[in-house]
């Protein structure tokens, strides 16, 4: 381990520590996310009111997104930030605000534990559930941005009686799992930067959509409508990060079967950026043309209703899809002129048993993998690190982390056009 590693590790560590003592004591976590229009300050509380936002000095009140009921004895606030603005707090702590061009934008996803039946894993065990870990090594990187690709909720059945990996901790769509699987371990990183969250399939309606419902959705919250304000799929919106636009789109309830009712709703939700100048990527949960499989000699892992419904729609402008749910780090560049996929779905949860290393050469439902890497079975987060003389946002460095900081591959990318290390 390089000197600069291990004191980005020991630093971690000793985060790891602080920031457990921080979210056991802590009645309030606060972040900043986009949401369709602008940039929004939110804030999970235990306190029976709102706290006040402080905008470049000028004090003003948070509203009520989601008041306490059920199992989420919370009360979740929010309120607009404005574009420009150059200071924000609440309760004296500060508020990451954007760039006007991220240069370092870090990208996350499938970052709870997973406890399913009888998929136990050891959440009390920092090596094998190791998100604190990567949310504070990840934030001393320093970003501008933070992506999330989803699935924040895994904790969904009861730790077996007597197994001390896993035991004390909740189960089901609560409160007290989002705290464990998502805001405690990964409280230093909203610290950081701003964020996008999209929604993964583990926050499905009959999943944690609940507790996504209330918190992170970018969309208002209205306990009245669906499954306790939990709704089906959400439209797409758009994150002008200056030279370079996001599309946030929804496919947790994608079919992993051709689905022709999803595929006609998907197609223009692809087509989209026809509307849109520059360049843009894609940001959603479930990848297309990626490589992971139950078996081991099985090489197939996309989503056929997502395939079908890109293969024609996607213009010559989306330079890249944004992906996790394979539990993984792959870069994929294809033969066909097609965009480039990122997968970023190892920050905590179980990884891919048979998630290949060598992907060249793989055939994926027709597509042909030209360039590329895999780096499976190893925890982290990747960074995406724009040239330094780019202003066309299309030249990007990638690097893949594993949770210590220390690099497990890198990519550079050109618009479509991939070549890795």
């Not at 994608?254 to 509307?275: C, G, H, I, L, Y």
């Amino acid at each position: 381990m390089t000197r600069i590693f291990a004191f980005w590790l020991s630093a971690a560590l000793a985060c790891v520590g602080a920031s457990g003592a921080r979210a056991a004591d802590a009645d309030y976590w606060q972040w900043t996310q986009y949401v369709p229009g602008g940039l929004e300050a939110r804030v999970a509380t235990t306190r029976a009111e709102c706290p006040t936002l402080s905008l470049d000095g000028v004090d003003m009140a948070m509203t009520t997104r989601s008041a306490p009921g059920g199992n989420y004895p919370v009360r979740v606030c929010a309120a607009p930030i404005a574009a420009g603005a150059k200071r924000a707090a609440i309760n004296n702590a500060p508020l990451p605000l954007p760039v006007a061009h991220p240069n370092r934008i870090l990208i996350v996803g499938d970052t709870g534990c997973r406890l399913k039946g009888t998929q136990i894993q050891a959440c009390n065990d920092l090596s094998e559930w190791p998100f604190r870990l990567g949310a504070d090594m990840s934030g001393a990187f320093k970003p501008d941005l933070v992506l999330h690709v989803g699935d924040f909720h895994y904790r969904e059945s009861a730790c077996p009686l007597g197994n001390y990996a896993c035991g004390g901790t909740p189960f089901g769509d609560t409160w007290d799992v989002w705290r464990a699987d998502f805001f405690s371990p990964g409280d230093s990183l909203p610290r950081a930067a701003p964020w996008v969250f999209t929604r993964g399939n583990h926050e499905e309606c009959d999943r944690g959509g609940k507790g996504w419902a209330r918190t992170l959705d970018p969309y208002p919250f209205d306990a009245a409508s669906g499954a306790d304000g939990c709704l089906g799929l959400a439209k797409p919106y758009t994150v002008d990060i200056g030279g370079l636009t996001i599309e946030v789109m929804d496919v947790s309830t994608a079919d992993e079967r051709v689905n022709p009712t999803q595929v006609a709703w998907f197609k223009s939700q692809f087509a989209m950026p026809r509307e849109i100048p520059g360049p843009v990527w894609q940001m959603f949960h479930r990848p297309i043309w990626a490589a992971d499989a139950p078996l081991r000699t099985d090489n197939r892992g996309d989503n056929k209703t997502l395939a079908a419904a890109a293969r024609d729609a996607v213009p010559a402008n989306v330079q890249a899809f944004v992906s996790g749910h394979h539990h993984t780090f792959e870069v994929l560049g294809y033969e066909q002129d097609l965009p480039i996929q990122i997968v970023s779905g190892h920050g905590g949860d179980d990884l891919s048993p048979f998630a290949p290393r060598e992907v060249k050469g793989i055939d994926i439902d027709g597509v042909r993998v030209r360039e590329g890497i895999g780096r499976p079975r190893v925890f982290g987060f990747s960074m995406i690190e724009r040239a330094a003389d780019d202003n066309s946002g299309l030249r990007w460095t990638l690097t893949g982390y594993d949770t210590h900081g220390r690099p497990i591959g890198v990519c550079r990318m050109n618009g479509r056009a991939l070549s890795c290390d």
